[in-house]
C-alpha cells in the first residue's frame, strides 16, 4: 500500500430527538459529502449506554435517528448506514485500543471532565472510555475524514493519537505483514496500519446554540423545548420557536464584527447562513441596520422552507418500520464485512491466534 483509500465515517447518538443544531452541524454535512466521498454513516446506539444505562425505547430511537438520515437525503444504497452494536468489531477493537490508549490521556477529555461533574468517582467506566470506542468507530473501518463539531475535535485528536501509537509500536510487525503504509512521525518513518484521521470542521453554522441562551450549544436534554428546534416540528411550531428566541434591543450589525459579545444575534445569523447557505457576511449584507421584528419572520420562513420537507419525510420513512429496518440489516452486512476485514488483519498484528 501506499495510501489509504479516502473514507468519511460519522455517527450519531440515538437519545432524543434530533434538533436543528444536529442537521446544521452533522446530518446536512453528511448529505454534501456522499456526493465527493465514500461515506459510513452510524447510529451509535453503544455510545448511548454511557449517558443513560436502562432506555425505555432504544429500538425506536435508533429507528428514528435512521429515518433523520434518510429524509435528509443520505442514499443507503450508495453509502452504508447502519447501528453500531449489529458490528461486533467496533466492541473488539475497542478492547484492544483501551489497552493502547492511557489512563492520562482518557482524564484529559474535556467531555468527561463535565459530564462526570464533580462525582467522578462514580461515572462509568463506559464514559472514561467513550473516545477509546468512538476510535474503533473510526478505524475500524481505517476512515480517513470525520465531520465534526468543535465539541468532539478533543475526541478526534484522541484516536489519532491512538492510531499514532498502535503504528509505532507495531511498526515492524505492520511491515514484515506487508500491510502498511509509510508514514512520517516527526523525523521517523513508522509502518502504519491506521490513517491519522483527519476532522472536517466549518461552515456558517458549525456549531448551533441555545435559541434561549446564546452561550449554550442547542440541546436535546435541555428542559425547555423553546430552546431548540426539532426536526419533527411543524411549521406553527417552527415559527413560534423563532419568534420566542431571545435576541438584543439593537439592530443587525452591517459588519461581521459587530456581531461580538451579542451571541444571540451571532447565533440567529448563523442559522440562518447555515440553512440558506451562505456566509454570515452575506446575511449582514442583506439585513444589517434592520431590526429583529424584521429578520425573525424571513428566518422563520427559511427555516419552514428548508426544516418543514424534511419533517415531513421523517414521519413517512418512520411509518415505514420494516424498510428502515433493512436498512440497518443491509448496511450492518456490508459494514462488518469491511470490519471483519480490518480486525482480521489487527489479530494477526497483535498475534493473537485465529483461524
Not at 156 to 176: H, P, V
Not at 277 to 301: M, N, T
Request: aromatic content about 6%; hydrophobic content about 40%; proline content about 4%.
Amino acid at each position: 500500500m501506499t495510501a489509504f483509500k479516502p473514507l468519511v465515517f460519522s455517527g450519531v447518538q440515538p437519545t432524543g430527538n434530533l434538533h436543528l443544531g444536529n442537521y446544521l452541524g452533522a446530518i446536512k454535512k453528511f448529505v454534501a459529502l456522499q456526493e465527493t466521498s465514500d461515506c459510513i454513516y452510524c447510529v451509535v446506539d453503544l455510545h448511548s449506554l454511557t449517558a443513560q444505562l436502562v432506555h425505555d425505547d432504544l429500538k425506536d430511537q435508533t429507528r428514528a435517528i435512521t429515518a433523520a438520515f434518510l429524509a435528509s437525503g443520505i442514499d443507503p444504497t450508495k453509502h452504508i448506514v447502519f447501528n453500531q452494536s449489529r458490528v461486533m468489531q467496533h466492541a473488539e477493537l475497542a478492547w484492544i485500543f483501551n489497552c493502547v490508549a492511557r489512563i492520562g490521556w482518557m482524564n484529559r477529555m474535556t467531555q468527561f471532565k463535565d459530564k462526570a461533574g464533580k462525582d467522578r468517582e462514580n461515572a462509568s467506566l463506559g464514559l472514561l472510555a467513550y473516545p477509546s470506542l468512538m476510535a474503533a468507530d473510526i478505524l475500524v473501518y481505517r476512515a480517513t475524514h470525520v465531520p465534526v463539531g468543535e465539541d468532539q475535535k478533543q475526541h478526534l485528536e484522541l484516536t489519532r493519537d491512538i492510531a499514532q501509537k498502535f503504528n509505532n509500536d507495531f511498526s515492524d510487525r505492520i511491515a514484515g505483514l506487508g500491510v502498511g503504509v509509510e508514514m512520517k512521525v516527526g523525523e521517523e518513518t513508522v509502518n502504519g496500519y491506521f490513517p491519522l484521521t483527519e476532522p472536517i470542521i466549518g461552515g456558517p453554522a458549525a456549531r448551533i446554540m441555545s435559541l434561549r441562551d446564546g452561550s449554550k450549544k442547542m440541546s436535546k436534554s435541555d428542559p425547555s423545548d423553546l430552546s431548540r428546534i426539532n426536526l419533527t416540528d411543524d411549521a406553527d411550531t417552527i415559527s413560534k420557536k423563532i419568534r420566542k428566541a431571545k435576541t438584543d434591543p439593537e439592530a443587525l450589525p452591517a459588519e461581521l464584527d459587530g456581531l461580538a459579545g451579542r451571541p444571540e444575534a451571532e447565533n440567529l445569523v448563523g442559522i440562518y447562513a447555515g440553512l440558506a447557505e451562505i456566509s454570515k457576511e452575506a446575511v449582514l449584507k442583506e439585513f444589517g441596520g434592520q431590526q429583529f421584528s424584521v429578520f425573525k419572520p424571513a428566518l422563520a420562513d427559511l427555516a419552514v422552507e428548508r426544516l418543514a420537507p424534511v419533517a415531513g419525510e421523517m414521519r413517512r420513512i418512520s411509518d415505514d418500520r420494516a424498510y428502515v429496518d433493512a436498512v440497518l440489516r443491509d448496511g450492518g452486512e456490508r459494514a462488518g464485512a469491511l470490519a471483519e476485514a480490518t480486525m482480521k488483519t489487527v489479530r494477526d498484528i497483535i498475534g493473537l491466534l485465529q483461524g
